[in-house]
């Protein structure tokens, strides 16, 4: 045994990562096999995990078999990286991100103050600059903030509202969103100080999209109330639907009622590489803030999300921050801290997963997955309108379709009655385990969703996918009605 284990010699380091690539290479490529949901009882999960509540033991193991515990642990989950995962929104993680992301933890440089690894903070910078003006279409200047995710972005964005425009009196400050906003939103209104009962939840159209006349008419309600109107925030790629509201419209009310813009753009921002995501996505460039997720749209592995905005300076002013042991530290050529910008002082260098997929395959090898996804997505919403049991009542703006057994006519037993045949048919077709798909709740109806985002999902898997709902649907149409 060497006297300081923790750091393996060159053979061992050699050995102990030839031994993690290998498993890592076959579970990728096992993963078109892979069940998309576990094949776990609830007993086996329940026994698992509790082995996994294990405190550390005193003196180490095997890698090996430490290895084949940690398969076990990855196989007890929904296959989210794999190409039958149609779900929520689907992240499944490019292998040359992972690579990145070995060769960014065994470097381990320092990311929360540029100075301290220049080079890689301006490699980050230049992902942030690519999002925030070639993909988002802000102007030059504009750039942002690698996050852990959406989530994180919007809670910058929004304290960077809320500091612009109400300074220190939050107490009358509302905030403008809809019902299909991802909750994150309310959520980062909530932590950054606006009261619950000033998030206005704006109605929409019959197509799903924020009422930009209902919202004018609040926000004037309001002002006239006495309140200070100061944050509409429009999503550009619901999680329910898929759904882009109406970002030209929206742009020119806010920019009328001097209201921040802030677009949760976490799913769609990124089919702006597409031709028709550009065109679905027309307004986007107004906004004052954006939140994306690499780890959606554009494959990352999950925990990179990314905020950008058009005033750097404004995110800068709402979360500076230093302190005198900070004071060695030199400027880095103009390249920001992202400590600056952000709550985090520490903060990963999130941008390698990023930057080496980008620079290995270039941008046009996913702007043609994205392309793929919206193919895909037209492609289910035309064969399942052709299922008379079914109604898919919108065409996807994006890469999302959603559904639901047709009522047998308009009385509220029906609509009852077809929502309980759609949640057996979500229950019938996630049994298969080929792919796995997730319901939502749209105009009072339970619905089912088909995400296509995985860069692993190509038309095989789509025609599996459809071939079971349709035969599910005509099982249950035929009465079909007790258990699996
Ligand atoms: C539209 C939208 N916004 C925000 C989020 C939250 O993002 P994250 O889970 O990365 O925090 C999601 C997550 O699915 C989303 O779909």
Known sequence: MRPFPLEPDRAAMADMGGLVLDRIVDRVEQLPARPATSPLSPEATADLVKSFLAPPPARGGELKSLLARLDEAADCALETAGPGHLAYIPGSGLFTAALAEFYNRATNRYGGLAAVAPAFAA???????WMATEVCGLPAGSGGLLTSGGSMATFSATVAARHDRLGEDLATGTVY?????????AKAARLAGIRAAHIRLVPHTPDLRMDADAAAAMIRADRDAGLRPFLLVATAGTTDSGTVDPLPRLADLARDEDLWFHVDAAYGGF???TARGRQRLTGLEEADSITLDPHKTLFIPFGTGAL?????????????????????MGDAG????????????THEMRGLRAWLPLHLHGTDAFRDALDEKLDLAEHVHETLSRVPELEVPHRPDLSTVIFRVRPADDVRAAAERADEASRLLLERINAHRRVVLSSTVVDGRYTLRICVVSHRTHHDRITEALDLVTAETARIAAGDVQGR
Do not use: N
């Open 271 to 273: 089919f702006r590489l």
């Open 334 to 345: 103009g390249v920001p801290d992202s400590a600056r910008l952000g709550p985090e002082l």
């Open 177 to 185: 969103t809809t019902a299909f906003a991802h909750h994150s939103v």
């Open 308 to 328: 950008v905005v058009r005033d750097l300076a404004a995110l800068h002013a709402a979360h500076d921050g230093t302190g005198s042991y900070l004071q060695d």
């Open 123 to 129: 490699l980050e910078e230049s992902v942030l600059r």
